[in-house]
């Protein structure tokens, strides 16, 4: 069946570094691909999507790339401040359902 | 705040027993999904419903149910519980139906099975 995959599962960064988390899909229908972010205690919430009709958009520091053909998708954050430290999830559409990424730990190192 | 509300926030019952979760969209969804998130992993989805009507399954275990309701509240029901089953429970609820539609967590049910 369809499936998402993330990496890294961890990625530690520098305060005031980029970090970057990837993902690909296998169903080749999929043109909607968002981002969730969760903190500590909370639930996800949606931080950014793209649909498969641009190949990115931004949104202040945050930026999501998409290439269709190779079918993955990334998350991109610059200027990384301490509040970003979260797990962030991608998911697909796939047959009227999302199916979502296993999740990206990520650390801001002070 | 996202405006979805779950109870109760935390659940401690003992193998073999069943219990109810309970979940309230944000006024004008119309469809509530749920998730079972276990310690360090990612998000299992369990199942949809839209408008009072099942609209897509997930990995839901024989064990559970659930049903949303003509208020639009939905419940989720575990029985015979398992030491496994112990996780967050997570509600989001959305407009529609559609996968495109962005989906709006609640706070979760944590639920320890003792």
């Known amino acids: 069946g369809e499936n998402v995959e993330q990496h890294p599962s961890t990625l530690s960064v520098q305060e005031g570094d980029s970090a970057v988390i990837k993902c690909t899909y296998s169903d080749s229908a999929s043109n909607y691909f968002p981002w969730y972010k969760q903190e500590l205690g909370k639930g996800p919430q949606l931080i950014i999507d793209?649909?498969?009709n641009v190949g990115e958009k931004k949104d202040q520091r945050i930026a999501v790339t998409l290439n269709k053909t190779a079918k993955h998708f990334s998350l991109h954050i610059t200027e990384t401040q301490p509040e970003d430290s979260a797990v962030y999830f991608c998911?697909?559409?796939?047959?009227?359902?999302?199916?979502w990424g296993a999740g990206t730990k990520l650390i801001i190192k002070p | 705040d996202s405006g979805v509300t779950q109870t109760p926030k935390h659940l401690i019952t003992a193998t073999g027993q069943r219990v109810t979760l309970r979940c309230s969209p944000r006024?004008?969804?119309?469809?509530v999904y749920w998730y079972q998130q276990s310690l360090d992993q990612g998000l299992q989805f369990l199942i949809q419903y839209y408008n009072g009507e099942e609209r897509a399954k997930g990995n839901i275990l024989e064990r559970f149910s659930a049903q949303q309701f003509p208020d639009l509240h939905s419940e989720l029901n575990l029985s015979s519980l398992e030491l496994g089953d112990s996780a967050l429970y997570f509600c989001?609820?959305?407009?529609?139906?559609?996968?495109?539609?962005?989906?709006?967590f609640g706070p979760g049910t944590r639920l320890l099975v003792l």
């Open positions: 006024s004008g969804d119309l469809s």
């Open positions: 793209i649909r498969s």
């Open positions: 998911a697909a559409n796939s047959n009227y359902q999302l199916i």
């Open positions: 989001a609820s959305s407009v529609a139906w559609q996968a495109q539609e962005t989906q709006y």
